[in-house]
């Protein structure tokens, strides 16, 4: 069975999001301990798709290096490539995006969060977002 925490901007499951209005989000979380991270990636990637069909919108990829958006797993390859993507270093000016956020650290993270504002967010959670965990 596959785990997507779909959730409003109200419930937050024990993680502490950046007090931005995000209208959607899903949480891939990492706690399957044999769960391949394709499997993970492709899980929000559907998500975040679904999502920008219905608002009409394009999604837009965070990753924390751009290493990650070119030689990283295939399927956050391809979705890059039809879509858009950026990093909080290249931090190119994309606006307000609906962003999937690939197992990001904290400043990746809320750097994702501010391109949802207003729109949705999907993520892929990580080891590195140990500031993000609930007590």
């Not at 997507?4 to 399957?32: F, N, T, Y």
């Amino acid at each position: 069975m596959q785990r997507l925490l779909i959730d409003s901007a109200e419930r937050r499951h024990g993680v502490r999001m950046r007090s931005v209005m995000i209208e959607r989000a899903a949480w891939v979380p990492d706690d399957v301990f044999d769960r391949p991270w394709d499997e993970a990636a492709a899980l929000a990637v559907d998500w975040i798709e679904a999502e920008c069909a219905e608002r009409g919108e394009t999604p837009l990829l965070v990753t924390n290096t751009k290493s990650a958006l070119s030689s990283g797993h295939e399927l956050l390859v391809q979705f890059a490539r039809r879509h858009a993507a950026t990093t909080p270093a290249t931090a190119e000016g994309f606006g307000q995006w609906p962003a999937l956020v690939y197992v990001p650290d904290d400043k990746t993270f809320a750097f994702a969060q501010d391109h949802a504002r207003g729109s949705a967010l999907a993520v892929v959670e990580g080891q590195l977002l140990p500031s993000q965990r609930g007590p």
